[in-house]
């Protein structure tokens, strides 16, 4: 009986939420409906990128509770484990996907334009479809075996020494690193889809609402990777302290690949914010000032790091 | 006389107010493996930061060789090899990246095949191209090892090294160190609570407490201990540490 009252009520809520939103997207279903029915590409690109990190961090977390799990030592088959991690990866963004094939079903049939939705759900299908895939890949092809084996066991692998030589290339790679591991994508995802939509909504174009989220990336990348010299720098120089590298020894090579990614991260800003109308004396100011707070960043980390 | 590879005289450092070392004195010679001694938080950590140039001392002198750590630091720390604590690992680069950079730092031509053989031998090889995020405890031990014997160094600083090392890696680096020790390579100061080794393979064990050199057992007392048997060592350490 309580379990029937329950199951009533759920439904009478699921049905007045539908008709809430049946009534609320009725007023403007229509324009709504035809900036997604025009930007379908916009729709692909972010349903993709949005499937492709969900999953993939789904897949992450999975193997590593998997590994923590009491389970884990369990006679269970390969294919029982994969079943499981699937489902830890797909739920979630199966249920969303719905919602929002239900809400635009809603707001065809709301406004009179049912076959309005069918492209933007086309998009959509074809994006989580591809981002799916692509995100069940990723962390299968980063998975390996790390433990270490015993060391009295017969050794199978070795890494080439051969080419082992003194290098700084590790140092100059050390910023960008931590700058990628800050920065993951699907951290950002939720913005990149909020970055989409306000384009979309307040009139741009579908490339232009491309090139928003490409800046917007770009940005945040340059940004990560600003903060990252900074906290690199220290964290290199309490490492290499007790060696005897001198201070051009150690600030070029930290900041060498750095200023290259920033260097290009900035060109490819401005002429994006160039494409999109501003004069190129603003699109040239952007480079400049970014660049000097860039360096001046840089040489303070760097100088402020380092003692001899 | 022998050539000192190590000389601290009158050393004093502190941490904001409080004096962690108070006025320590010891000196290490080529071909002497020097153990140090003593219980949590005495001060032998702090001991070995300021001889590898981590930490600023208050007063007194440290000597690498010729060479004054503080009136001459990059000089001094050509003779260095320190093996940094694992934790201290850049966890972003590959064990063969800190090797590069660390043979950079040093500003040498090339890496030397026996750091190669020491690699091999200790098996590493097979994780130098994982980040050192993904290294077990060991595995970070022999990496800090691997960095400290970069460019044959002539003084050794080990903190703790032989922790979480599997037997057959820790009885490589033993040997390999008194390899080098005997042929006169190099002086090696270790910090350890490891009294097996102390009692096999130290030239000379100090004891710190409160900040300073308590005691100091040579090589010929270390071996009466040993001879003496039973609790030999140990008992010695704790009637010194009561005193």
Redesign the interface.
């Known amino acids: 009986m309580g379990r029937a009252r329950t199951a009533a009520i759920a439904v009478i809520g699921i049905v007045v939420s539908i008709a809430a939103v049946g009534v609320g997207v009725a007023h403007w279903s229509d324009a709504w409906l035809s900036a997604l029915h025009e930007h379908w590409l916009l729709v692909l690109i972010v349903a993709g990128i949005h499937s492709v990190t969900s999953v993939s961090r789904s897949g992450r977390h999975a193997m590593a509770a998997w590994s923590e799990s009491w389970l884990a030592t369990a006679p269970l088959s390969a294919a029982a484990v994969r079943v499981n991690r699937a489902i830890d990866c797909f739920a979630m963004l199966l249920l969303q996907y719905l919602l929002v094939c239900l809400v635009l079903a809603i707001a065809g049939i709301a406004g009179g334009e049912s076959g309005m939705i069918l492209r933007p759900v086309a998009a959509l299908s074809a994006g989580v479809l591809v981002g799916s895939a692509v995100g069940w890949w990723l962390p299968e092809s980063k998975h390996r075996e ?3 084996a015993s ?2 066991a017969v ?1 199978v ?3 080439d ?1 051969a080419l ?8 100059s ?2 910023p960008v ?2 700058a990628m ?1 800050m920065g993951r994508p699907e951290n950002s995802r939720l913005l990149f889809v909020c970055v989409a939509l306000f384009a979309v909504q307040s009139g741009a174009s579908a490339v232009r609402g491309i090139a928003i989220l490409v800046v917007w990336t770009i940005a945040g990348y340059l940004v990560s990777l600003l903060s990252a010299g900074i906290t690199v720098a220290k ?2 120089a ?9 201070f051009v ?2 600030a070029w ?1 930290l900041a060498r690949r750095a200023l290259l990614h920033q260097a290009i991260g900035t060109v490819v800003v401005a002429a994006a914010v160039f494409a999109s109308e501003a004069a190129w004396l603003a699109a040239a100011g952007v480079v400049v000032l970014w660049m000097g707070l860039v360096m001046a960043v840089y040489a303070f980390a760097a100088s402020t790091s380092y003692r ?1 | 006389m022998t050539e000192r590879v190590l000389e601290v005289a009158g050393l004093r450092a502190k941490y904001g107010t409080h004096e962690v070392l108070q006025g320590v004195e010891l000196h290490i010679a080529r071909g002497e493996w020097f153990c140090l001694l003593g219980p949590n938080g005495v001060g032998k950590s702090t001991l070995l930061n300021c001889v ?3 930490m600023r001392i208050d007063s007194g002198e440290i000597r690498i060789g010729s060479y004054s750590m503080i009136a001459q ?3 001094a ?2 003779l ?1 090899g ?1 093996a ?1 604590a694992p934790e ?3 966890g ?20 030397d095949a026996e750091l ?1 053989e020491v ?2 031998q200790l ?1 590493f ?6 980040c050192t995020d ?3 405890l ?2 970070r031990q022999k990496l800090t090892v691997l960095l400290a014997l970069i460019g044959d160094p002539a003084l050794i ?1 080990l903190d703790e090294a032989f922790n979480g090392l ?1 037997p ?2 820790a009885v490589t680096l033993k040997r390999l160190l008194r390899e080098r020790l005997s042929q006169a390579r190099c002086g090696v100061l270790l910090a350890t609570h490891s009294l097996d080794i102390v009692e096999h393979y130290a030239d000379t064990a100090a004891l710190m407490l409160d900040g300073r050199v308590a005691r100091q057992w040579t090589q010929a007392e270390i071996a009466e201990l040993r001879k003496a048997g039973g609790e030999g060592i140990e008992a010695a350490l704790a009637a010194a540490s009561l005193r």
């Open positions: 790390q433990r270490e060391r009295y050794h692998a070795a890494g020494t082992l030589q003194p290098s700084d290339q590790g140092l790679h050390w690193a931590r591991s964290e290199a309490d490492w290499l302290r007790p060696t005897p590298v001198s020894g150690f090579p001899a | 590898t140039g981590r630091p990059l000089e720390k050509r260095l320190v940094c201290q690992l850049p972003l680069l590959t064990g063969r990246q800190c090797l590069e950079v660390y043979a950079a730092a040093k500003n040498l031509r090339s890496i190669l690699a091999a098996g090889t097979r994780f130098i191209d994982k993904t290294y077990s060991g595995t600083v599997d057959a890696s």
